[in-house]
């Protein structure tokens, strides 16, 4: 037929047409100063869950948290100890359908794989390829989802690198309340959070402008413009060299289990000290976190862990440097405006110096 070399064309030219203008939005979408000139305005939630969507469209995301092999195994594992034949089963956000389909397998009755993004295509069809029977995918946010009786377990990975930042808390609690039996199970429920005083290895180290006196020349009189976007003040690492020690002893700041917390319940304020073990120059906090299921399954974030589940990023607290002998005590605060926004935590410290602490311990 000799028009059909000529629709081929005008199919690939169309299709091209619709990716690039797709590009093109999507990269309006992501310049907070240029897409109030194209879109009208919506709420902070509003762009949150649309920012949401479109990274965990991108094929990339997915491939990077099904390659973590930490965080594969974890999920495994709890899927074979606690999911049960005939279970009905809420994937939290499924992306690939990987979870709802381990679950399926383990025997579960009826999976309802949610997921608000446009890779619910690519789910619904992994799981015909792989012969996945018993899940039914919903394009939905989970806001917005219902059943028609209850549910045993709410299955799901809504970890973001600072825990709290993809909205693991008020998501599931939301369908909790609303869809879970009284006494059903939440996987993974229990999370600790970390907070760790931190030395940087000098390699890595980047210090505050006006810290910096690069081959004798002095940029400490760029102080007095300190930058006031806050995003200036935490930094995203994966890279295992960058933290060369924890100058206390790491310790939970903050333990919750999703069966029982409200977003409510979330302190807006943590104070904690950390006697110094390991001296050293503090150069920040390292954010990070600790899912637990039962005693001996749990997934790391740490960034001195080298069997961390690789794909998290840890994010540093950055402070100016100052040096901490053995005995000094940090004592820290942090303020949180909104858990799921880095941007509205702020930090401050206080040194307690060993030796201030042993005269007045020797005055009482
Ligand atoms: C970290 S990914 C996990 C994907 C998959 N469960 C896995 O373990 O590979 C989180 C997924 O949840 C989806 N998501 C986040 N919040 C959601 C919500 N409130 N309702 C529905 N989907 C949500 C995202 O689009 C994304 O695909």
Known sequence: MPFQPLQRISVRLFSSCCSLLENIANWIQDRPRISPWFYKHHSAEADYRDHNGRMFANLHEQERMLADGQRMAFYQQAIRQHIKRGDRV???????GILAALASRQGAAHVYAIDHSDILKHARTLAIANQIENVEFVATHSSAFNTEGPVDVILHEQMGDCLFDEDMVANVTDLRDRLLKPNGLILPSVFEFFCEPINITNARLVPFIWELNVCGYDYSCL?????????????SSSDLNLVDHFLGQPEPVLTI???????ADLPPQITFTREVINAGRLDGFAIYFRARVDHDLTLSSDPTDPQRAPHWGFRILRCEGEIYAEGDVIETTLTVGKWPELDTWRWTHVKQLAANRALATRAV
């Open 90 to 96: 809420i994937d939290l956000g499924t992306g690939t």
């Open 223 to 235: 102080e007095y413009n300190r930058p006031q976007d806050s995003s200036y003040y935490h930094l």
């Open 257 to 263: 289990d999703l069966h029982t917390v409200n977003a």
